[in-house]
């Protein structure tokens, strides 16, 4: 196989990542919505706990950014 070819593969899959972080952040906040809606009363102890979901999962699909662009950019 060449090796860009190869390159451009493992970037793409690499970048599988960030469709898998925008799904994890759909996870959190769709229950969390539906639950606030049910108890307002209890959502506000729950929201910064959503928001340390959010970040966690955007963060590793930004991690996923970061691979796919050095695979493509670094020899």
Do not use: C, H, T
Request: glycine share 16%; aromatic share 10%; net charge positive.
């Amino acid at each position: 196989m060449d090796p860009v070819a190869a390159k451009y593969i493992g970037a793409g899959l690499a970048a599988i990542g960030m469709g898998a972080a925008a799904i994890g952040v759909g996870l959190i906040f769709g229950p969390f919505l539906s639950g606030a809606l049910r108890n307002p009363s209890a959502s506000d102890a729950q929201f910064g706990r959503a928001f340390i979901g959010a970040a966690l999962a955007e963060g590793l699909g930004i991690f996923a950014f970061l691979v796919a662009i050095l695979l493509l950019f670094v020899k």
